[in-house]
């Protein structure tokens, strides 16, 4: 199935540092999320972007919706050893009657106090 | 209140048995989701509810069941499953189905079959 270009694969990286991640696609979307999962729990919606250019903040965290609609990031600031997880980039696709969420395949982040 | 519960949270049953997941959601929303998701992967949509009617089946083998008695709860019975549908199994809400519309998941139920 059509997936997300999500990048990098994975990071480690120091106690307070700062993060970014991104997710591109050749389509364009008309919503992008982000969600972050710990081992054996189920994904943790993040933040949620609808318009082009949109720009959220959810504590240490933003994201944008890219203005081409084909591409979304998120970064973290100041990073905390609570923020070990895997991140995924989810949206829907501008396209028809669409009814599912296309994922990316996600950044797995490791945080070294 | 954004929450999505699922129950067993841990489950782990043989390939002749008969078990059910059980999903419930007090949001008020229309649309619910079963996921199954394999280690390091990405979700996989398995079934869509939409206001109590099945929408959406991902050509999932029917040795895996889905149940929508209200608009609350989801069950999603299980019967002669195979080693390889040991995974991680999701549940999710949305408000109603599709565009712009954001999906809030439940833990999940851990699934071994023996």
């Known amino acids: 199935g059509q997936q997300l270009n999500q990048s990098p694969q994975s990071m480690f990286i120091q106690e307070g540092e700062d993060v970014s991640m991104n997710c591109t696609s050749s389509?364009?979307?008309?919503?992008w999320l982000w969600y972050k999962q710990d081992p054996g729990e189920g994904p943790v919606l993040l933040i949620a972007?609808?318009?082009a250019g949109e720009l959220t903040s959810n504590g240490r965290l933003t994201a944008q919706f890219g203005i081409t609609r084909k591409d979304s990031f998120l970064n973290i600031s100041a990073s905390i050893p609570s923020d070990v997880g895997i991140y995924f980039c989810?949206?829907?696709?501008?396209?028809?009657?669409?009814?599912?969420?296309?994922w990316g395949l996600g950044t797995s982040l490791a945080v070294n106090p | 209140d954004t929450e999505v519960t699922q129950t067993p949270k841990h489950l782990v049953m043989g390939m002749t048995n008969k078990k059910s997941l059980k999903c419930e959601q007090h949001?008020?929303?229309?649309?619910m989701y079963w996921y199954k998701q394999k280690a390091k992967k990405p979700p996989e949509l398995m079934f869509v509810?939409?206001?109590?009617?099945?929408?959406i089946n991902e050509s999932v083998p029917s040795r895996f069941s889905p149940e929508c008695p209200n608009s609350s709860l989801l069950n999603l019975h299980l019967h002669a499953l195979q080693p390889e549908d040991s995974a991680l199994y999701l549940c999710?809400?949305?408000?109603?189905?599709?565009?712009?519309?954001?999906?809030?998941f439940g833990p999940g139920t851990r699934l071994l079959v023996l």
């Open positions: 389509s364009i979307f008309n919503t």
């Open positions: 972007l609808y318009k």
């Open positions: 509810y939409s206001y109590e009617k099945l929408s």
């Open positions: 949001m008020g929303h229309r649309a």
């Open positions: 999710a809400s949305s408000p109603v189905v599709g565009y712009q519309e954001t999906q809030y």
């Open positions: 989810a949206g829907f696709l501008n396209a028809g009657n669409n009814r599912k969420l296309i």
